[in-house]
């Protein structure tokens, strides 16, 4: 299993350009999710989806989209890009383990916006 | 709300020394806590989780947490540090009502623990 993949793994983009940031998920998990990675502030969820055709938003939403048409991928799209989205972006994917669900997460996409 | 306070931006430890990372939680109901690590240039691996049942939780490489409900701490440990241990560790809480998944999952700011040679 490639587990979950992203990319790119690095990106530049001029203020006001927009792109997608890929991901897929080889494990069938149902859920998976984007979170944005900042110095000093941890993770914070952007949006996840519960299953294909069913996403929501988490708690920094704004300024990104989601789609969830089959269950390995779960593109985030940028749809105008700002400076304050430069940050590294991570996707995980979850499975139901013991009781909880456990995430399993990508290596990530280094983005920058100029 | 939920919330996760992990109090150190960054630990110190040399190697061979036990090593602590602190984390406290804050839930409205039971909660469910988990540990990551993040290496240079890497996603976040899961290392432990506490679920119910015993208190002191075995995970990998060697690492361990202590649940302590009366102090909502949940304190990842390692009685021996290794070099390679050196990475950023989240501590991650969910209230066991809370949805399943990525919704209801809150990470602390995480800490960046140094093991010196």
């Known amino acids: 299993n490639a587990g979950v993949t992203q990319t790119p793994k690095f990106q530049v983009l001029k203020t006001g350009q927009s792109m997608t940031l890929q991901c897929a998920q080889d494990m069938n998990h149902e859920y998976m999710s984007w979170y944005r990675q900042d110095p000093g502030m941890g993770l914070r969820l952007i949006h996840y989806?519960?299953?294909?055709?069913?996403?929501d938003q988490g708690e920094v939403p704004n300024g990104y989209n989601v789609s969830r048409s089959t269950t390995e991928d779960f593109p985030l799209r940028l749809l105008s890009a700002a400076p304050s989205q430069t940050s590294v972006y991570f996707c995980?994917?979850?499975?139901?383990?013991?009781?909880?669900?456990?995430?399993?997460f990508g290596p990530g996409t280094r983005l920058t916006v100029t | 709300a939920q919330s996760v306070a992990q109090p150190e931006d960054q630990v110190n430890v040399a190697e061979g020394n036990p090593l602590t990372v602190k984390c406290t939680y804050s839930v409205s109901g039971n909660p469910y806590l988990f540990w990551y690590v993040q290496y240079p240039n890497r996603g976040l691996q899961f290392l432990l989780k506490y679920i119910t049942g015993d208190n002191l939780v075995k995970g990998s490489y060697g690492f361990e947490a202590e649940f302590n409900k009366s102090q909502t701490s949940f304190h990842l440990k390692k009685p021996s540090a290794l070099v390679s241990d050196s990475a950023l560790y989240f501590c991650?809480?969910?209230?066991?009502?809370?949805?399943?998944?990525?919704?209801?999952?809150?990470f602390g700011k995480g800490t960046h623990l140094i093991i010196q040679p």
């Open positions: 991650a809480v969910r209230d066991m009502y809370s949805g399943g998944g990525a919704d209801g999952l809150t």
């Open positions: 989806s519960v299953g294909a055709g069913i996403t």
């Open positions: 995980a994917s979850s499975r139901l383990t013991g009781g909880s669900y456990e995430q399993y």
